[in-house]
């Protein structure tokens, strides 16, 4: 099933807000400046917050920096949080969003507490230090789901592409980005140059499905 989120100019943030108690008379820290927020750097002490954070597609010089996938978990507790995927240009714009609820995630339903999820986060995003996927791996289409000779671990273009765009997709080698979208099956990315010198994009080219 081929989905599509718009961007948006804000991606899911869950708070709670507790309005503060009145200081006693005469309390001289009454008037003392709020203490700073904790880095996102620093472990979690409440919720189920956690982040991951990687480089993604043509890798540049120290001053050009490459695509950054970020992924991040919210929520009161890990069982019922919401895990969001995004992608950023070299720019810092956002060019690609997806959510789920951690508790449908191969590999994030499991993680029952913040150091257990951060772990299970940053498998989930991709693992670090791997040659790049590219699309010039994915099988022939012969191999592809519900074709002759499938592959044990089949690949399911999106609905509505043909042989003619599959072939192409593989000749091109693009960076490929693949994660756990349901129990059974991982959501694969390409990223796709723009035309004319213009920005890249990054769209669903279908599911890899697990052996069995």
Not at 19 to 33: I, N
Not at 156 to 170: T, V
Request: with cysteine.
């Amino acid at each position: 099933m081929h989905l599509r989120l718009a961007l948006a100019a804000s991606f899911i943030a869950l708070a709670a807000c507790q309005p503060a108690a009145a200081p006693p008379a005469g309390d001289a820290s009454a008037s003392a400046t709020p203490a700073p927020l904790a880095s996102l750097d620093q472990a979690p002490t409440n919720g189920c917050e956690t982040r991951a954070q990687k480089q993604w597609g043509p890798i540049g010089p120290s001053d050009h920096p490459s695509y950054r996938v970020e992924a991040w978990t919210s929520g009161a507790v890990c069982e019922s949080a919401v895990v969001t995927l995004a992608v950023y240009a070299r720019d810092g714009f956002p060019i690609y969003a997806w959510a789920g609820a951690v508790q449908y995630l191969f590999a994030l339903r499991d993680a029952k507490d913040p150091a257990a999820m951060q772990t299970a986060l940053n498998e989930w995003a991709g693992p670090d230090n791997l040659p790049p996927e590219l699309t010039g791996t994915l099988p022939p289409w012969e191999e592809t789901d519900g074709r002759p000779k499938a592959a044990e671990f089949p690949f399911m273009p999106r609905e509505g592409m043909g042989r003619e765009e599959y072939d192409a997709l593989r000749a091109d080698n693009l960076h490929m980005l693949c994660f756990p979208q349901g129990i059974e099956s991982l959501l694969c990315l390409a990223l796709y140059p723009g035309s004319d010198g213009g920005q890249s994009m990054v769209d669903e080219i279908g599911l890899q499905r697990f052996p069995g």
